[in-house]
């Protein structure tokens, strides 16, 4: 369920996979990640304390993480 | 926060104030005690923290121990003004011959501490100091330099006491006044300060308050009067609303929302930002709204901590519309705020816009804020609209019913201001009162706990005496910048270079960076012994005493403090330092420590700003090299301001004349020193080589007044 402002797009093809999800728990300052299982969870009740910094873009394979800002429809990553 | 009368007594004996026979009891029996230890006629004083203990009968006398015990035990069970009474202090009532009043307060507009001698006490000061200015006699002293009764002696003096009064009552003023700066009071005071029949003086009632920003420091003083860190000494008690405020502040440690003061209004504010809580509550009220709450909220909250805070407020009885204005901000990011805010009306089933009066907030992030605010159509204002303007905006969309809640009576002002209990003023409530956090500890030591173990920011080892400046003479009478210089500088955030903005030639140096409270003033003397002639204080919940030590250390080596908590400067296109919103081009110093770390980089980017090391980057590092660069700028600077030219080569010489002899401010304190002196044994300054002759030998003079300076 996406937060009322933010949205985190996650591709199914690292959703899986257990050093991403670490590394996007590590990268993200408002805990949204948390890693589960190897698996990438993500956290809603701090969806909207996105800070829109990046650095989950920039943690994971390009391409695999997208934020979307719901109140305006665009989207980083 | 204040002291019951039996605490003020008890620090007035750490000084050596006499005082008369008393005691302190919680209970009846123990009163007769002390009344039987006393023997003869004693006074029932009830230890409250409030005024007109004698109108509400919370002062009586009593001839035997056993009257006393009755006493009492009578006021024991009397409520004052709200209060319940601590305890009694069982006094004796001693044969008075003439009532005094001594005190000392900070004299707000030169920043230092003054002394309030009458020889009219017993009654009220104001009153006196109204009807018979001639009684009243004051002076002040200075908080740095070494501490000198005849200043005391003075104050007493001019209200025509002489003879062995005047030396009774000197030593009484001069050790209240060393007690004042040691213990960090804003007020202390003894009233009436009585001469017995025997000719000797004694304390037989006091007031003091001590800074709130100075309990940590005075730690071991509280200790031992035993006043809890749980003791707030508020005026009044917290609401449930205010109270619940602290929590949601202290429940997450991102950014400040809280600090929450009850009204009776209809209007929410959700407000803050470098001083724009008061700055819009005030204007929220001359445009004739009713405010129903103070709040301060900044340093980038989380969009929870926003929300929650919002849905405080929104929640409040009576709460018709909510503002939210600050002024431009820097690092807390509108976009958040925004969110927090929206989602709480969201949350609670009302329509943000219809909910939201107004959203006020310019500086980062605000087109992303406003994004947000348009998709729900939040009526918000970026910075064209002064906050003046917003406010006014808020209040006329508020209907102007009685809107009041139930805490209060209806009329705007603070709940509990029903004539028993003090309401406190704003500034009270928003002095910086005990905050904490869930774990029991005070939001300030959280901070200072915080930055230590992040490593940026070590307790000095030992426990040397904390308050004596820690003046680096040394390093200016070396004669080159050294080491040690550098290190001071580092501690202090200072920034060496040109004057921010180029060419304008305002000081020699700058300060970047931030300190918490507890080592700015540390900081800023290492900096202005550095040689540091500009320093900008952002830090806030400073305590007094500090400032006033900085204040005056400025003063005396021709150095310029703009602040404390200071929202910080700028040269619009140019260069910004502190929190102030606004565009600046080559560098900027914010508030937030994540931020500073990109400051010096920023500034090395910026070559234009670090003007010497582009021109000489193989000299940098030689100290002397940047001692007398930073001493020309400085000379420069000094001349622009004065003079509105640069010097010549004789002023620049005059000038330095003047810096070795310890500057023109030092030397005309100096010369009215002995002036003063002068009139007092001769009536008229005398002129030349018998200019303040009295205070001339090197010994001890003929009165017996030590040792002096020429």
Redesign the interface.
């Known amino acids: 369920m996406p937060g009322m402002f933010i949205d985190v797009e996650i591709d199914d093809s690292v959703r899986g996979d257990a050093d991403v999800a670490k590394k996007l728990e590590q990268a993200c300052p408002v805990d949204i990640y948390a890693e589960r299982d190897g698996r990438v969870e993500v956290v809603e009740e701090n969806l909207d304390e996105c800070v829109l910094c990046e650095l989950c873009i920039h943690a994971s394979p390009e391409g695999t993480v997208r934020v979307v800002k719901l109140y305006d429809g665009t989207a980083l990553g | 926060m204040r002291f019951y009368e039996y605490e003020s007594r008890q620090i007035l004996a750490r000084e050596g104030i006499p005082l008369s026979k008393h005691g302190f009891a919680r209970t009846a029996e123990e009163a007769k005690q002390i009344a039987e230890d006393i023997g003869g006629p004693v006074v029932i004083k009830s230890q409250v923290l409030t005024g007109g203990r004698m109108k509400a009968g919370g002062v009586k006398f009593a001839d035997t121990p056993e009257e006393a015990q009755a006493h009492a035990r009578d006021i024991l069970q009397l409520e004052i003004g709200g209060h319940m009474p601590r305890g009694v202090l069982v006094d004796s009532r001693a044969e008075i011959k003439q009532e005094y009043y001594a005190g000392v307060v900070w004299d707000g507009v030169r920043k230092v501490p003054t002394f309030v001698f009458s020889d009219m006490g017993g009654i009220d000061i104001e009153e006196v100091a109204e009807t018979h200015p001639e009684h009243i006699g004051r002076g002040h002293f200075s908080t740095i330099l070494p501490h000198m009764d005849f200043r005391a002696k003075d104050a007493v003096a001019s209200t025509g006491i002489t003879g062995t009064e005047l030396n009774r009552l000197t030593p009484i003023l001069a050790k209240l006044a060393r007690l004042f700066v040691k213990y960090d009071m804003t007020l202390a005071e003894i009233n009436p300060l009585a001469q017995l029949a025997d000719g000797t003086f004694v304390a037989v009632d006091a007031h003091m308050d001590m800074e709130n920003e100075a309990r940590v420091r005075q730690g071991p003083l509280l200790k031992e009067l035993g006043v809890g860190d749980e003791e707030t000494r508020e005026a009044r008690e917290p609401t449930a609303f205010e109270i619940r405020g602290e929590q949601i502040d202290s429940a997450d440690h991102r950014g400040v929302a809280g600090n929450v003061t009850e009204f009776d209004g209809n209007l929410g504010l959700v407000i803050g930002a470098g001083g724009g809580s008061l700055t819009l509550f005030d204007a929220v009220q001359s445009h004739g709204g009713r405010p129903a709450n103070y709040c301060e909220i900044g340093g980038n909250p ?3 901590k926003a929300c929650n805070l919002t849905k405080l407020v929104l929640s409040k009885p009576g709460v018709e519309k909510i503002a939210v204005m600050m002024s431009i901000v820097s690092n807390t ?1 509108v ?2 705020v925004a ?1 927090g805010v ?2 709480a009306c ?1 949350e609670l089933g009302h329509d943000p816009a219809e909910k939201i009066a107004i959203f006020r907030i310019p500086g980062a992030w605000e087109e ?1 804020g406003f ?2 605010l348009e ?1 729900y159509g939040v009526e918000y204002a970026d910075r064209s609209v002064s906050m003046h303007e917003a406010a006014r905006r808020a209040v006329e969309k508020v209907p102007a019913g009685d809107g009041a809640g139930p805490a209060g009576s209806g009329d705007g002002a603070p709940p509990g201001s029903d004539g028993k209990t003090a309401a406190p003023s704003l500034a009270d409530r928003t002095s910086g009162e005990v905050r904490r956090c869930r774990d029991g500890r005070r939001a300030s030591d959280r901070r200072v706990d915080d930055l230590h173990r992040a490593g940026h920011h070590r307790p000095r080892g030992g426990e040397p005496d904390a308050r004596v400046p820690r003046l680096r003479l040394e390093d200016h009478r070396r004669g080159h910048a050294g080491p040690a210089r550098a290190r001071g500088a580092r501690r202090a955030g200072v920034r060496l270079g040109r004057p921010v903005g180029g060419r304008s030639g305002a000081g020699a140096g700058r300060l970047g960076g931030h300190r918490p409270p507890a080592f700015t003033r540390d900081a800023v003397f290492e900096a202005i012994e550095a040689g540091v002639r500009l320093i900008v204080i952002v830090t806030e919940r400073i305590p007094r005493y500090d400032v006033a030590q900085m204040v005056e250390l400025a003063a005396l080596r021709g150095a310029r403090i703009i602040g404390p908590n200071c929202l910080g400067i700028i040269r619009p296109g140019v260069a910004k330092m502190g929190g102030i919103g606004g565009p600046s081009r080559r560098g900027q110093v914010v508030r937030a420590r994540a931020h500073r770390r990109d400051v010096p980089q920023r500034w090395h980017d910026h070559r234009d700003l670090v003007h010497a090391q582009r021109r000489r980057p193989g000299r940098l590092d030689r100290g002397l090299d940047r001692r007398r660069r930073h001493h020309r700028l400085h000379l420069r600077g000094a001349d622009a301001l004065l003079r509105g030219r640069r010097a010549d080569r004789g002023d620049r010489d005059l000038h330095r004349a003047r810096r070795a002899h310890g500057g023109r401010a030092r030397a005309l304190r100096e010369r009215e020193r002995l002036a003063a002196a002068d009139r007092r044994l001769h009536g008229r300054p005398l002129h030349g080589r018998n200019a303040g002759h009295v205070l001339r030998p090197r010994g001890h003079d003929r009165r017996g007044q030590g040792r002096h300076r020429r």
């Open positions: 989380s969009v929870s990011r976009d958040i969110r929206v989602k969201v992303e994004k947000i998709k």
